[in-house]
């Protein structure tokens, strides 16, 4: 199990310190209870797929980093441990059996483009099943149409509530970076809401995203929209959230394609309620507030695109 390059004072997390933090875990059936005993931090698995996309933009490595920096220092009132991986054991479903909550970020939906797609999908089935919790950013919510059957159907519509269809045959979702681009939150109480505002931000934020071929289930909740595109506006879904009967929670945040955009504070308030959410931690009235240092601290390649050429 490969772990990303730790960024300076921050410790590598290995196979051997992964197995250590569940060995305690093991030795008694894991419910959705036992996942985040109070006596213990939640413990949330960043899992970073693959991307080819150029410097500045998903910097998938880096954004992963970047959660975990931010999960780790929040002290009150919840208290999170994050693990980042690039790649999936083979013993996953017992190496993970104490996460409350999984991220992916990469391009596409990372297990459907990773080695041994099959062992991890089944993995993940049994952890959704006892009530973990999933978050895919960005272009981690997306699927093709070799992903899906002919109709859309894909666990991860059941698992989070909708994904972004790309290259798809059933559904046609928008993939367009716009100048500027305004997130409104809903009018609902739901605690991803907390702390943060209506913002404007030049990205990549998916359009027409698919909720199943009868529309939104009863259990999926819209929490943030746009009025896209600019020359025939349409209030457009762009983060969501589904509570499932397994009593597991998955949200799906199409941004930031642009890493420059993790500065936002808005908007990275919004990610990390979203992931203290579906590792049924309480999010703090204010939203989860993170200091962020300079964002090169977490090692991308690039902050912006370099400039084209004239």
């Given amino acids: 199990m490969n772990s ?37 931090p939640a413990r949330v698995l960043i899992v970073v797929g693959p991307s080819n996309h150029p410097p500045g933009t998903h910097e998938v490595a880096a954004g992963g980093r970047l959660m975990k920096h931010c999960l780790e220092a929040v002290e009150k009132p919840a208290r999170l441990k994050a693990d980042v991986i ?5 013993d996953g479903e017992k190496t993970f059996a104490d996460v409350s909550s999984i991220v992916f970020i990469g391009d596409m939906f990372p297990p459907e483009v990773m080695p041994n797609r099959d062992t991890i999908m089944k993995h993940l089935a049994l952890i959704m099943k006892r009530g973990g919790g999933i ?49 409104e939150p809903t009018k609902v109480d739901h605690p ?8 404007t931000l030049h990205d990549e934020p998916y359009i027409n995203n698919y909720f199943g071929k009868d529309g939104p289930a009863k259990n999926m909740t819209p929490l943030a929209t746009t009025m896209l595109p600019p020359e025939k506006p349409n209030k457009e879904t762009v983060v969501w959230a589904a509570e499932r009967a397994d009593g597991g929670r998955g949200v799906g945040i199409v941004m930031p394609h642009f890493y420059k955009n993790w500065k936002l504070d808005d908007l990275r308030t919004l990610i990390l309620n979203a992931i203290v959410w ?33």
């Avoid at 310190?17 to 006596?39: H, N, Q």
């Avoid at 931690?281 to 084209?308: C, N, Y």
């Fill in 4 to 40: 990303l390059p730790a960024p300076p004072n921050q410790p590598t997390i290995t196979r051997r310190t992964a197995l250590a933090g569940t060995a305690a875990a093991l030795l008694v059936p894991v419910t959705a209870e036992s996942a985040f005993a109070a006596d213990e």
């Fill in 135 to 183: 978050v895919c950013v960005h272009y981690a919510t997306g699927l093709e149409a070799k992903h899906v059957t002919a109709e859309g159907d894909h666990p991860l519509l059941h698992w989070m509530g909708g994904y972004f269809a790309t290259r798809c045959k059933h559904h046609k979702s928008v993939a367009r970076v716009f100048k500027e681009a305004t997130i």
């Fill in 86 to 90: 690039t790649e999936w054991p083979a």
């Fill in 192 to 199: 991803v809401l907390r702390g943060w505002k209506s913002f």
């Fill in 278 to 310: 579906t590792a049924k931690q309480d999010v703090p009235k204010d939203g989860v507030r993170v200091k962020l240092p300079d964002l090169e601290t977490f090692k991308p390649a690039a902050v912006e695109p370099p400039a084209k050429k004239k």
